[in-house]
């Protein structure tokens, strides 16, 4: 796992999340599920995916063919309030049987982060919810959790 700052310029965290997740969906086609989630810390887009991550080469491999190491990847994009980050968490592994153990871990994790009051109530008045939905007690599944 790891976690990312990095600078954007925005004013509706909702909107930040609705614009990451279409563009992840465009350029990801439907090898990518993305979706906005209303969470604790405010609206968050999520993406999960799997990628071919590396190659092995055939010299290092047991079968002594070249082989290909697909790694599962679920990416969280928190716009902070305020408007002057986005907090990305990325998660990898290429162990996907144990996929629903991990995921849940991180989905956990991610309902754990909070924002300071102040910068909470600076971004509730700038929330788009129209692309939110919300990811727990919604009664419906979800891959996100």
């Not at 990416?75 to 990898?92: C, D, K, S, Y």
């Not at 995921?103 to 919810?129: E, G, K, W």
Request: glycine share 6%; proline share 7%; net charge negative.
């Amino acid at each position: 796992m790891t976690v990312a700052v990095h600078p954007l310029t925005y004013t509706y965290p909702g909107l930040a999340a609705a614009g990451i997740v279409r563009i992840s969906s465009e350029r990801g086609g439907d090898d990518v599920a993305a979706e906005v989630l209303d969470l604790p810390c405010g609206p968050v887009a999520v993406t999960l995916q799997q990628i071919l991550a590396m190659n092995i080469p055939a010299e290092f491999a047991v079968s002594g063919q070249d082989t290909p190491v697909e790694v599962a990847q679920l990416q969280a994009h928190i716009p902070a309030p305020r408007g002057a980050e986005l907090i990305t968490v990325t998660f990898n592994t290429p162990n996907t049987h144990h996929w629903e153990e991990y995921c849940s871990i991180i989905v956990d994790f991610l309902h754990s982060i909070r924002f300071s009051s102040a910068d909470a109530d600076a971004s509730a008045a700038s929330l788009s919810t129209a692309a939110v939905k919300p990811s727990r007690d919604s009664g419906a599944a979800s891959a996100f959790g």
